[in-house]
C-alpha cells in the first residue's frame, strides 16, 4: 500500500485540503499509531507537495529547527535546518509529537502560524516569507501527556486541528489486509482482539494497541506465525511489562483469536 492509498475516517481529507487552500496551520491529534503520519504522507501527494518530517524531542533546540552557523572549509557558512529549507521549498513541514518538544523551541513556530507567515533568522539576519504552498503540520496524542509536557492554549489555538481516531473495525481489517495480503477473516480477528483490549485499557491504564501494531502482527502472521504467537510479540508484548497484566492481556487475546490458533 502507497501513501496514494489512504483510508479516510471522516472529513478530515476535506479540512486539510481547505486549510492548505487558505494557508493555515493544521494541528492533528489522536492516539499512537491512529494513522497521522500516513495521513500527511497522503495529503502530501495529493497536493503534489513534499513532505518534510521532523520528530520532535527533548533535546530539539531552536538551532536545530530553523539551523546554525558552521564552520566548512575554514570559512564560517550559514546552513539552513529543516524548518528552512521546509519553508524555502514550499513544502509540508510536519512536526510528529510536537509536544515532546521545549517550549523555548517552539516559539520559533509563532510567525509561522498567524499573517506573518514568515520565518525569523535572528541569527542569520534574514526574512524568510514562507511562499503560499508552504503549509506547517503538528501532531500529538493528547490522551497521554503529563503536566511538564503540556502544550499551551495559546499554542493550540494557533492551529486547525483535526481529531484522529482509530477506524470502525471493518475498515481497520481492510487497511491490515492491504498492509499485509493476509486473509480478512484474520485480519477481522486482530481487529477483534485490539477493540478488546482497547476497552480494557479503561482498567489496566496503558497505551492502546494502535493499528500500526496490528499491521506488524499480520505481516508475522503472513510469514507463518500462528496468530496468538504474533499477537503475544507485536500486540501484548510491548503494552506493559507487569506479568500479571501481560497474563491477563494474553487471556483477552486469546479469546478473541480462539477460533484460529494456527496460522491461515
Not at 501513501?3 to 492533528?28: I, K, S
Not at 510528529?96 to 520559533?108: N, Y
Amino acid at each position: 500500500m502507497t501513501t496514494d492509498t489512504y483510508f479516510a475516517n471522516g472529513n478530515e481529507v476535506q479540512l486539510f485540503e481547505q486549510a492548505f487552500q487558505r494557508r493555515l496551520p493544521v494541528m492533528l491529534t489522536g492516539p499512537t499509531g491512529c494513522g497521522k503520519t500516513r495521513f500527511v504522507e497522503h495529503m502530501g501527494s495529493l497536493l503534489q507537495r513534499p513532505v518534510v518530517t521532523i520528530s520532535c524531542h527533548d533535546d530539539l533546540t531552536s538551532s536545530d529547527l530553523v539551523g546554525r552557523f558552521m564552520v566548512t572549509g575554514g570559512d564560517v557558512v550559514w546552513t539552513d535546518g529543516p524548518l528552512t529549507r521546509a519553508v524555502k521549498a514550499g513544502a509540508i513541514c510536519y512536526l510528529d509529537e510536537v509536544v515532546e518538544a521545549r517550549h523555548d523551541s517552539l516559539a520559533i513556530l509563532h510567525s509561522l502560524t498567524d499573517h506573518r507567515r514568515s520565518l525569523y533568522l535572528d541569527r542569520a539576519g534574514e526574512v524568510v516569507k514562507a511562499p503560499e504552498e508552504f503549509m506547517l503540520v503538528c501532531s500529538y496524542n493528547p490522551a497521554y501527556r503529563s503536566s511538564l509536557k503540556e502544550l499551551k492554549p495559546s499554542f493550540r489555538q494557533r492551529f486547525v486541528t483535526l481529531a484522529m481516531h482509530y477506524l470502525p473495525p471493518d475498515r481497520e481489517a481492510d487497511v491490515i489486509v492491504a498492509e499485509s495480503g493476509i486473509p480478512l477473516a484474520t485480519a477481522q480477528r486482530l481487529v477483534g482482539c485490539a477493540v478488546a483490549i482497547r476497552t480494557a485499557d479503561e482498567a489496566f491504564h496503558f497505551e492502546p494497541p494502535s493499528t500500526r501494531v496490528l499491521v506488524t502482527a499480520a505481516q508475522l502472521i503472513a510469514a507463518g506465525a500462528t496468530e496468538l504467537d504474533a499477537a503475544d510479540a507485536c500486540i501484548l508484548a510491548p503494552l506493559s511489562t507487569d506479568g500479571a497484566v501481560t497474563d491477563g492481556l494474553r487471556e483477552v487475546a486469546a479469546a478473541s483469536l480462539a477460533t484460529s490458533n494456527s496460522s491461515p
